[in-house]
């Protein structure tokens, strides 16, 4: 099993920054893919951005906006956003996947307001 707990979320204004990071209960070399998804609300969940083999991904509306990166000593994988956006408003929540698995952290609350 994995457990994964989310942290860093919180209130911003539009055009700042926040670094949310995910603790895993496992070594992350042995997660993949590992990554971020959003769910706003009265929408359904979403892909942000992943790691995995063969490289990272983002949705088409964080490009250039966020980073997410791994700090393997630490079993942490980071999500840094920037030039937030009120649409970016959202519970974040992290994945990764073990041995054919699926495993979710409980989310954190980001919101963009003035």
């Known amino acids: 099993q994995v457990q994964l707990v989310e942290s860093g979320g919180g209130l911003v204004q539009p055009g700042g920054s926040l670094r949310l990071s995910c603790a895993a209960s496992?070594?992350?070399?042995?997660?993949?893919?590992m990554g971020w998804y959003r769910q706003a609300p009265g929408k359904g969940r979403e892909l942000v951005a992943t790691t995995r083999t063969g490289g990272t991904d983002y949705a088409d509306s964080v490009k250039d906006r966020f980073i997410i990166s791994r700090d393997n000593p630490a079993n942490t994988v980071n999500l840094q956003m920037n030039n937030l956006k009120l649409e970016d408003t959202a519970v974040y929540y992290c994945?990764?996947?073990?041995?054919?698995?699926?495993?979710w952290g409980q989310g954190t609350q980001v919101t963009v307001s003035s």
């Open positions: 496992r070594s992350i070399y042995a997660l993949n893919p």
């Open positions: 994945h990764a996947g073990y041995l054919l698995r699926n495993y």
